[in-house]
């Protein structure tokens, strides 16, 4: 049987090829989709790590939480963020040092302080003074790895007048912000350490 199709001559053979053909090329393109969308779930999952489990969580699906990270690198690109001078990156070590010596005789306040000189470290550094969860939005882009720290610490260091804090706790955040302000100041280090070799 011969079949009329937009001018054409089509054989049931010629018909059945068309259709099998067809059928790869969807599957192909679909195939094509899902690989690209795992791959794009992959390499948000391994930039943001818990970060990105979080938003999932927070936004109810992979995709909605994609959007939503892929809003915040696009916002702190927007940023002017900068590595600190030579000068100020020295007051900073000096201020955690004597916040850190504060610790044994006053945990409370010391964390605190610690929360504090974070957030004037990050202002430091050109991340616009917001409320937590902004400023934790923003620095998650460059320092996913810390972010389950910082809302630890965070958590701990607006609690601390509070019953709950006990002093593990604080001691716990303590350590988390030195952590976090580590690797605040790592990329700086890095830099030196390439200009001396």
């Known amino acids: 049987m011969v079949y009329h199709f937009m001018g054409f001559d089509l054989t049931n053979t010629q018909l059945i090829v068309a259709a099998v053909a067809l059928v790869v090329v969807i599957l192909i393109a679909v195939g094509a989709i899902v690989r690209n969308r795992r791959t794009r779930t992959l390499a948000f999952r391994n930039r943001f790590g818990s970060e990105y489990d979080r938003a999932v969580l927070t936004h109810g699906s992979p995709r909605k939480a994609e959007a939503t990270l892929a809003d915040r690198e696009t916002r702190v690109e927007a940023l002017k963020i900068r590595e600190l001078g030579a000068t100020e990156r020295e007051r900073f070590v000096a201020e955690w040092q004597t916040v850190q010596s504060r610790f044994l005789d006053h945990p409370r306040a010391a964390v ?6 974070i957030n004037a470290l990050l202002e ?7 409320g937590f969860e902004q400023r934790a939005a923003d620095i998650s882009v460059h320092y996913p790895r810390v972010m389950e720290n910082y809302r630890v610490a965070h958590a701990i260091a607006v609690r601390p007048g509070q019953p709950g804090a006990t002093t593990e706790d604080l001691r716990t955040a303590m350590i988390q912000y030195r952590a976090i302000f580590d690797d605040l100041l790592q990329a700086q280090k890095a830099i030196e350490t390439r200009t001396a070799a």
């Open 124 to 130: 430091a550094r050109g991340y616009p003074k917001a």
């Open 112 to 117: 605190t302080e610690a929360d504090d000189l």
